[in-house]
């Protein structure tokens, strides 16, 4: 095959990340969300929150890996991130995106597998900051439809402030802005 | 409003592309395809494809525009590429994109239209190279469903040769590979 070809078959292979539903809804819909319309949402927001990164980060790198970050996700499925965070997910998506860079040119792969283990490790400013950024709308959308997916997988006020504090690692004005707005939603009983 | 707050509130309007229906399915599904999820897949394939651009490209400009590209259509709706390159589509697209920036701070607006301009116009190697991008997963959709909306919306062979041959200005290494795989559909009869 050649190798434009592979590309084409794993540019296919990818669409189902399009079938893979998340655990919250989005704004103003009553289906769940899909793997594949998060992360066009989460690289558009990356881009559109640099500003308030703590760190000089390279916007480019950022958005690469949250184009990537779901991928292993086609075989492993979504987890909530309030129980994804074990070996036994994280192994399991690694081998998702393995079986996928399979399909690809060998001479392409390295980049996207350093991308990917970069984000999964979350060590560096670019990858503290996109997991900063992967975090947002899960709260957006609870925010915004009185907290159901809090609700639905019982996630306490306690789980959801000690698990997204870690956005402020990736951009402190981002976090004081969301923090505002769960305390309210504290307040108002929505989060519990 | 500070700020950071017009820019999330910026992030909850955009996701109304999740809920603009294209023409094409995604390969594999029975719904269609929806703007925000073929948003990613673009970005992603453009990524991937970036070897076989004809001229030199700044990918990372490339990623941009595409992830913005399709916003106008939050107001305009989807049309079908057959038909949409009219004036009022276009105007419509712009109005639309218009009205999101004013939701964001001033000072952040100009970057996005000049890139969503510079797709619009689709004159320089960017842009070129981002359009006919935009045009692969429409085509594979169809390859992979034996030409399924060609034959919803009465799409002649003619009209996706002539349409879809400027791929080549772009990538003639895509359009070579393409072409291959539209001429084996005409072969088979999938494409008429």
Redesign the interface.
């Known amino acids: 095959m050649?190798p434009?070809?592979q590309?084409?078959s794993?540019?296919?292979e990818?669409?189902?990340?399009?079938?893979i539903q998340r655990k919250t809804r989005?704004?103003?819909?009553e289906r769940y969300?899909?793997s594949?319309?998060h992360?066009?949402?989460v690289?558009?927001?990356a881009?559109?929150?640099k500003?308030?990164a703590n760190e000089d980060i390279n916007i480019?790198r950022v958005?690469?890996m949250l184009?990537?970050h779901d991928l292993g996700e086609i075989d492993a499925g979504d987890t909530i991130i309030y129980s994804s965070e074990t070996q036994e997910v994280k192994d399991k998506e690694l081998a998702g995106f393995k079986r996928l860079l399979d399909i690809?040119p060998k001479d392409?792969t390295q980049e996207y597998m350093s991308l990917w283990q970069e984000f999964e490790l979350g060590e560096t400013p670019d990858s503290i900051y996109a997991k900063s950024i992967d975090r947002?709308?899960p709260i957006?959308h609870n925010l915004?439809d009185c907290g159901r997916s809090w609700k639905e997988n019982n996630i306490s006020k306690e789980k959801v402030f000690n698990l997204n504090s870690r956005i402020a690692n990736g951009s402190k004005?981002?976090w004081d802005?969301?923090k505002k707005k769960l305390d309210k939603a504290v307040e108002n009983g929505v989060l519990k």
């Open positions: 050649e434009v070809d590309v084409l794993f540019i296919v990818i669409e189902k990340l399009k079938d989005p704004v103003g819909l969300e899909n594949a319309e992360s066009w949402h690289c558009l927001s881009l559109l929150l500003d308030y480019d958005i690469k184009l990537l690809l392409k947002v709308p957006l915004y004005v981002l802005s969301l």
